[in-house]
């Protein structure tokens, strides 16, 4: 298979990752009637961590989308075609940082979650709701696997960016 193309395919299937996880989080509610009168909801809002994957796994489903559609238009590349390329590969760098980041924060939030924390009096939630405890997991391994798709797809930006450059002499453009 082509780079190019693989690059494709690894963008729509990251893509339709990211866009499961924000749902699968955004959408994730359980409500429980505690002391038979009060009724507690749990929702993604009520971790900051939650909230900021939501709005970041939409954001870098967005670029990807706009990077698909970038690769489909063939007169986009044209003579500053280096300069495009470290843009893309920038880019596709901070994405997936940032993506592996709001993962990481966020299951550490969800950790204290699942297991509490005794010294400040903090319950376990998941023994409660543990309905909204799964989505939530399924939701971080869809996230970490579009994650590791996208630092794969950044790897190949970083090769197609530096094939652009000669190998015998450091950062000179090859002759065409």
Not at 20 to 34: E, F, H, P, R
Not at 81 to 101: P, S
Not at 143 to 149: E, M, R, T, V
Not at 153 to 172: D, V
Request: glycine residues 4%; proline residues 1%.
């Amino acid at each position: 298979m082509d780079t190019r193309k693989m690059g494709v395919f690894l963008r729509i299937i990251s893509t339709v990752l990211l866009v499961l996880s924000a749902c699968l989080v955004g959408l994730d509610t359980q409500t429980k009637v505690i002391f038979y009168t009060f009724t507690r909801k749990a929702t993604f809002r009520d971790l900051d961590a939650l909230y900021l994957l939501v709005w970041i796994d939409s954001g870098a489903a967005v670029y990807n989308l706009l990077q698909l559609f970038r690769s489909f238009r063939k007169n986009l590349i044209t003579a500053p075609y280096k300069n495009l390329a470290w843009g893309v590969y920038f880019l596709d760098q901070a994405a997936a940082y940032v993506v592996f980041a709001a993962n990481t924060a966020a299951i550490q939030a969800s950790a204290l979650a699942v297991t509490g924390e005794e010294s400040f009096q903090w319950m376990k939630l998941c023994n409660r709701y543990t309905r909204f405890c799964f989505q939530i997991g399924g939701a971080l391994v869809c996230s970490y696997i579009a994650a590791i798709l996208m630092a794969i797809i950044s790897t190949m930006s970083a090769y197609a960016l530096f094939r652009l450059y000669s190998p015998k002499q450091f950062l000179l453009l090859k002759g065409r």
